[in-house]
């Protein structure tokens, strides 16, 4: 069976990390509208660095969730026929075990050179532009999608959703595209398709079937149901 997974926030709010749209998402008194944009970045450029900075020093003090480590364990078992695709910026599928994580919106964790187009693992603050191992000039920025900006990988992401047994969206509101237009690309295809979210997404009526929960809870037993349904070797 082959599955395209897709993340958002919320399977990473029970470790500790805000979501964007829920009563209490937003950052330190920012919309991400309003730093997540490249505008925002040449009119306030040391704001959005600081806002990055604390995300990044904040990912030291979470850690992942059951939801995080029942994907991992999917994966362990399907292999390549997981594709795993995330929003999420922070590197809790990664700590929680999974391999082979596609990260559409960029990584925390990674640096972006303005000047020379490096892509480098970047795990200290940007706010004082150190400059880049590349090329030497002090053009790093978080090496993250902005508004207006092209996801990553969408050429792989679209063929893996039209090529899916099933496709299951997990803990995103589906107010944010492309990603909140992969269920009907899916649907369209004649993709099964499945939503585990705290609530009723803003594209929910699309989906085949939705789970309404916690995903601490409903990821680890939709992911037995499956592994049950392959024949899980443990
Ligand atoms: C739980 C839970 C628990 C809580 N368990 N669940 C007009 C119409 C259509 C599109 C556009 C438009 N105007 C502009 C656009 C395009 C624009 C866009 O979509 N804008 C919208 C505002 C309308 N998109 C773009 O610009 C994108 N690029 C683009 O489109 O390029 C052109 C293109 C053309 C053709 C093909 C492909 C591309 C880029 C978007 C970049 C988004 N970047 C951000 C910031 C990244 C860095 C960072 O993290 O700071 O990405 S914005 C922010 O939103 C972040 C997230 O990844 C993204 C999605 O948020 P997510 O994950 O859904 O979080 P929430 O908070 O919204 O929802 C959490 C959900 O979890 C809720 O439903 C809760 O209920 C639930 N939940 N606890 C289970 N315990």
């Not at 599955?3 to 958002?8: A, M, P, Q």
């Not at 919320?10 to 991400?32: C, K, M, N, Y």
């Not at 997990?170 to 899916?186: D, E, N, R, W």
Request: aromatic content about 8%.
């Amino acid at each position: 069976m082959r599955i395209v997974v897709l993340t958002g926030a919320g399977i990473s709010a029970e470790s500790g990390v805000p979501t964007f749209r829920d009563a209490d998402g937003l950052w330190e008194g920012h919309r991400v509208e309003d730093v997540a944009t490249p505008e925002a970045f040449e009119l306030r450029p040391r704001m959005v660095q600081e806002f990055y900075d604390a995300r990044r020093a904040a990912l030291a003090g979470v850690e992942p969730n059951p939801a995080h480590r029942a994907l991992a364990r999917l994966e362990e078992v399907l292999g390549d026929d997981l594709f795993l695709v995330t929003q999420n910026i922070d590197d809790l599928h990664e700590r929680g075990g999974a391999q082979r994580v596609h990260h559409m919106h960029g990584e925390l964790l990674k640096a972006l050179c303005r000047a020379c187009g490096s892509r480098l693992a970047w795990q200290d603050a940007l706010v004082d532009f150190p400059p880049c191992p590349g090329c030497g000039l002090p053009e790093l920025r978080p090496d993250v999608v902005w508004f207006g900006e092209m996801p990553y990988g969408m050429d792989d992401i679209y063929a893996q959703l039209r090529t899916a047994d099933l496709f299951v969206s997990i803990g995103t509101s589906g107010a944010v595209y492309p990603a909140a237009g992969f269920v009907q690309l899916a649907a369209g295809a004649r993709v099964r398709t499945l939503e585990l979210n705290l609530e009723p997404s803003e594209g929910s009526h699309f989906f085949t079937e939705s789970r309404h929960g916690r995903a601490g809870d409903l990821v680890p037993v939709w992911v037995d149901e499956v592994l049950a349904l392959v024949g899980n070797p443990g």
